[in-house]
């Protein structure tokens, strides 16, 4: 055997060899970076790469959102001086979890933006859009009329009809029964959403529960009823498991990571929840767009809303 007959070998070998040190060019790309952050006296960015050998300065009230390159996120909110080679211990190499690949699709997200494929640029499924998703009601549910939950924390959110708001601050009453109507649970705010925990009080245990926004002093202006439903025993089930791979993590980039994954599983209004999580406690632009996308896409959102009402 000559060495022509090695050359289709040894190119393949070098072309493998080199999408893999391609791959390892960097140790960590930058998610989120607020304040004074810098890098070898640069400052960083989302998308910024850091190799092994710098240092990272961090002054002052920050907050830095690192992706390892093995898909592995890092969070530094206290300020200091950090080897990027030290940071590197914290994570293990590898990534095969379920988690592991919601987390490189929102790495891929929030670093790539414009791309084609990106899902910043699609829709929700056409089929499960209807006319049924809007309402004639003052008060509009940017929630379809019925949602699947899982148990625990969501977030209800709605908006007031222009033609409907009024010139006074507004005060909304939140109220939600069970299947038999009766009242279990009152209360009222001025903002614009509302958390449960369907785990609390009489909320528990219910398969299935009704719930009305209304402005206090003005019943007139009111939602429609809408549903929460809890899911099956097999669904509830599965999804539990799914969660047993997703880190026990309250950072910014894991609630990104977990609000993406009920998002695909179709649990808008957990989804909410922990995507304002993450933005009450990094307040990064980019995952407020991050969140925006995920809601103007899923037409939650008054402008997806209204855009989706000209369709009909």
Request: charged content about 25%.
């Given at each position: 055997m000559n060495a022509k007959q090695f050359t289709p070998l040894m190119i393949l070998l070098c072309t493998l060899l080199s999408l893999h040190a391609s791959a390892q060019s960097y140790a960590f790309k930058v998610l989120g970076s607020k304040g004074e952050v810098t890098a070898n006296g640069t400052p960083l960015k989302v998308g910024s790469t850091l190799s092994s050998s710098q240092t990272i300065k961090i002054a002052g009230t920050a907050y830095l959102g690192l992706?390892?390159?093995?898909?592995?996120?890092?969070?530094?909110?206290?300020?200091?001086?950090?080897?990027?080679?030290?940071?590197?211990?914290?994570?293990?190499?590898?990534?095969?979890?379920?988690?592991?690949?919601?987390?490189?699709?929102?790495?891929?997200?929030?670093?790539?933006?414009?791309?084609?494929?990106?899902?910043?640029?699609?829709?929700?499924?056409?089929?499960?859009?209807?006319?049924?998703?809007?309402?004639?009601?003052?008060?509009?549910?940017?929630?379809?009329?019925?949602?699947?939950?899982?148990?625990?924390?969501?977030?209800?959110?709605?908006?007031?009809?222009?033609?409907?708001?009024?010139?006074?601050?507004?005060?909304?009453?939140?109220?939600?029964?069970?299947?038999?109507?009766?009242?279990?649970?009152?209360?009222?705010?001025?903002?614009?959403?509302?958390?449960?925990?369907?785990?609390?009080?009489?909320?528990?245990?219910?398969?299935?529960?009704?719930?009305?926004?209304?402005?206090?002093?003005?019943?007139?202006?009111?939602?429609?009823?809408h549903v929460i439903k809890r899911l099956s025993n097999k669904e509830k089930a599965e999804i539990d498991e799914a969660l047993k791979a997703f880190p026990d993590d309250e950072s910014a980039i894991g609630q990104l990571i977990l609000g993406t994954y009920f998002e695909d599983k179709e649990l808008y209004a957990n989804s909410i929840y922990v995507f304002e999580k993450a933005i009450a406690t990094s307040g990064i632009e980019e995952f407020k767009s991050y969140y925006q996308a995920f809601l103007d896409r899923n037409y939650l959102s008054k402008k997806s809303r209204e855009q989706l009402a000209q369709k009909f």
């Open positions: 992706a390892h390159n093995s898909g592995k996120t890092l969070e530094i909110t206290q300020a200091g001086t950090y080897k990027v080679s030290e940071l590197q211990k914290k994570v293990t190499s590898g990534n095969s979890s379920l988690a592991g690949q919601y987390a490189k699709l929102v790495i891929n997200e929030l670093t790539n933006a414009k791309a084609k494929n990106n899902r910043f640029n699609q829709r929700v499924k056409t089929g499960s859009v209807t006319r049924a998703t809007l309402t004639e009601s003052p008060v509009q549910m940017m929630l379809p009329e019925s949602i699947k939950a899982l148990d625990g924390n969501i977030t209800l959110k709605w908006y007031l009809k222009e033609e409907a708001d009024t010139s006074e601050t507004v005060r909304y009453k939140i109220t939600v029964k069970n299947i038999f109507r009766d009242v279990l649970l009152e209360a009222e705010t001025e903002q614009s959403q509302f958390n449960l925990d369907l785990q609390d009080g009489e909320l528990k245990g219910n398969k299935a529960l009704l719930y009305t926004v209304t402005v206090v002093g003005n019943e007139k202006l009111s939602s429609d009823d």
